[in-house]
């Protein structure tokens, strides 16, 4: 107690009203900026500009990763199919309005019906022909009938 009674004893009242008064003031300032917003809709626009640039770079990354994924299979596909013109015409105007009614409104939904149309007969037909030749004793014209069958179930 003889330090604390040291202390208060050399000092006078209004010396602790000040220093009392200094530490109430510095308690208030900075509860005040703790409780306060600092700026709130300056620093609400910056993370909104922010997270808007974040979005569409991420939306280009992402079409970009999808155009390349969906490009990269009809490559071969739509070259063969305008080598062959079944793109263009009356034909693929019609199939294109019937997939689009249909609800196949890819850009490449037509070219992989084309495609289908172009490969199936072949597919079904080949398939027809192993599953027939695998069987031995069946008629020759049994197995051309049963192929040519395959390839316009396939058409």
Not at 70 to 76: E, F, I, K, L, Y
């Amino acid at each position: 107690m003889n330090a604390l009674q040291s202390f208060f004893s050399g000092h006078d009242q209004s010396g602790f009203a000040i220093v009392a008064g200094v530490a109430v003031l510095v308690t208030l300032v900075l509860l005040g900026q703790a409780f306060l917003p600092e700026d709130s809709m300056s620093s609400r626009v910056r993370s909104h500009i922010r997270r808007r640039n974040n979005m569409r770079t991420e939306r280009v990354h992402v079409r970009q990763r999808i155009a390349n994924l969906r490009t990269a299979p009809m490559g071969p596909l739509r070259t063969l199919l305008a080598r062959f013109k079944l793109l263009s015409g009356e034909e693929a105007r019609k199939s294109g309005e019937l997939l689009s009614n249909a609800g196949w409104r890819a850009r490449d939904a037509l070219t992989l019906f084309m495609g289908l149309r172009l490969a199936l007969p072949v597919v079904f037909g080949l398939a027809a022909l192993a599953i027939v030749m695998t069987e031995g004793n069946l008629p020759t014209m049994l197995r051309m009938t049963s192929t040519v069958g395959g390839a316009v179930a396939g058409a």
